[in-house]
């Protein structure tokens, strides 16, 4: 079992940047695909970025190749997204999400734990 814990959010000016954190405990995260996806309000949860439980392989969606970067600290247990240039489309809840041997792509159903949430607010 694995309990995921965001932080980091907060409200942030049009260009500015964030720094999200998913605190992981119960098991260790190297064995772990992760992601991250987005919930703006009245639509879809959505995928951002994930990694691969193998190596380095990241996956990003198109709006935000180039802004944002995923990335794990596995002494610390604890997965990362730095949000730069951001915009105000980008405001929404951020989700932090897990998976053993994950693949870390875009589909929600392929992640088995799921964080609370932080919120994200981007002012234009």
């Known amino acids: 079992q694995v309990r995921l814990v965001e932080s980091g959010g907060g409200l942030v000016q049009a260009g500015g940047s964030l720094r999200l954190s998913c605190a992981a405990s119960g098991r260790p995260l190297r064995t772990y695909g992760a992601g991250w996806f987005r919930q703006a309000p009245g639509k879809e949860r959505e995928f951002v970025a994930g990694?691969?439980?193998?190596?380095?392989?990241?996956y990003y969606e198109d709006s935000v190749k180039g802004r944002f970067t995923i990335s794990r600290d596995n002494p610390k247990n604890t997965v990362y997204l730095q949000m730069n240039s951001l915009k105000p489309e980008d405001t929404a809840v951020y989700y932090c999400a897990a998976k053993e041997y994950g693949l870390g792509q875009d589909r929600r159903q392929d992640y088995d734990y799921w964080g609370q949430g932080t919120q994200v607010t981007v002012a234009s």
């Open positions: 990694f691969s439980w193998i190596g380095s392989i990241t």
